[in-house]
């Protein structure tokens, strides 16, 4: 528990709310409205759910995240996660997957090409001769059935065999649901032939509300000792480092903006925060990943997982592009910061990283907790 104790000083609020009180809070309200349609006609909805403290907006399109609405240290509400206003937006943008559930297989496989009892499956290149977030046609861009659950959403996908290459029908299911300020993200999946999984939602916080510059401010703690270090193309070498004594630590709060830059060759690679951070306690059990703070609003992000790792990643590739929701200034780089609960990149060909093998006859299951508070609840 001594990553515990160093959220104590700080955060007991929310560290209370995270551990013993999600269940025991009112149910949420959840509605449903249109979006837009597909070009093939296809009807896209969006499901708002708020508990009283926050709001989440989530599509059927790519099951993604689209707004959240959290209060500051004032009680004044703020959308803090970066997208787009219109389905026409997420749909013009097929680089930064905003808010979406990324799969099969989120993060990198190298080359696209990983093997199961001996025979070797190719999911197609999309980053640096790899496979990032499930070939070229991932999750997040395929739209959703789902249907109301009790204080939230719960929506499936049926991906067939050998969709972008990978085997078996798989059948995954994502549940958002919303409690006492926090949201709750529960993912299960079944397979009819041996592959593999590594799902995961890929928002982007902005503490200070999306489209109020960078994040370089904030600050962040990593629960974790290890990291997992990449290659030029960012595949990992399959090493476990320790983080200490690099720009990669830490395990107490740090300002983001402060080494990023750093003469670091890690840092260089990446140019600034995206690794896969080896989180401590057992690999299935829930745990504190990380905790992200914005000095300016008060608000605090605390984020639980059951997975081993998380992608730390600061927004490196934004280059101003795109215009933040109803013009709020535009998306500029390191205006947003992801924190991806997961199993480790490229683990498929990494014998020393856990297994994101799927079987027949099994079901995956994964929940992630991502919870606000504020400064001035931490005084409490």
Not at 74 to 101: M, N, W
Not at 160 to 165: A, E, F, K, S, Y
Request: hydrophobic share 35%; net charge neutral; charged share 20%.
């Amino acid at each position: 528990m001594r990553f515990v104790h160093l959220f104590r000083k700080t955060n007991l609020a929310c560290l209370s709310l995270i551990l013993g009180t999600l269940a025991m809070t009112a149910r949420a309200d959840v509605t449903k409205e249109p979006f837009g349609k597909m070009p093939d006609g296809t009807p896209v909805d969006m499901y708002i759910l708020n508990d009283g403290k926050i709001e989440a907006r989530i599509l059927t399109y790519g099951a993604r995240l689209a707004a959240l609405n959290a209060p500051d240290r004032d009680g004044k509400l703020a959308d803090v996660v970066l997208g787009h206003s219109s389905l026409q937006g997420y749909l013009e943008d097929q680089s930064t997957h905003f808010g979406g559930i990324v799969g099969r297989y989120g993060n990198r496989l190298a080359k696209g090409t990983f093997s199961i009892d001996g025979k070797t499956y190719h999911v197609p290149l999309t980053n640096n001769g790899n496979a990032l977030h499930g070939g070229t046609v991932g999750f997040d861009q395929k739209v959703w059935e789902a249907k109301m659950i009790p204080s939230g959403v719960e929506l499936t996908l049926v991906s067939p065999d050998g969709d972008m290459g990978f085997p078996g029908k798989l059948t995954a299911h994502v549940r958002y649901t919303v409690h006492g300020g926090a949201l709750q993200i529960d993912y299960t999946a079944t397979t009819d032939k041996t592959t593999v999984l590594n799902l995961t939602n890929h928002a982007y916080f902005n503490l200070a509300g999306e489209g109020n510059g960078t994040i370089l401010d904030h600050t962040i703690r990593l629960n974790a000792d290890r990291y997992t270090p990449v290659d030029s193309g960012l595949i990992p070498t399959g090493d476990l480092p320790s983080v200490t004594g690099t720009p990669l630590d830490f395990r107490q709060a740090g300002v983001i903006g402060t080494h990023i830059d750093d003469n670091n060759e890690q840092l260089k690679i990446a140019g600034g925060y995206d690794f896969n951070w080896v989180l401590n306690g057992a690999e299935k059990s829930t745990k504190i990943a990380a905790q992200a703070e914005d000095p300016k609003s008060g608000r605090i992000l605390t984020v639980t997982t059951t997975e081993p790792g998380v992608q730390f990643y600061t927004g490196n590739f934004l280059t101003g592009v795109y215009h933040a929701k109803d013009n709020n200034g535009t998306y500029v780089k390191r205006s947003g910061f992801c924190l991806e609960t997961q199993h480790f990149p490229d683990s498929p060909n990494q014998p020393k990283f856990p297994s994101t093998l799927l079987k027949p006859g099994q079901t995956m299951h994964s929940t992630t907790t991502f919870a606000f508070s504020t400064d001035k609840d931490a005084k409490k």
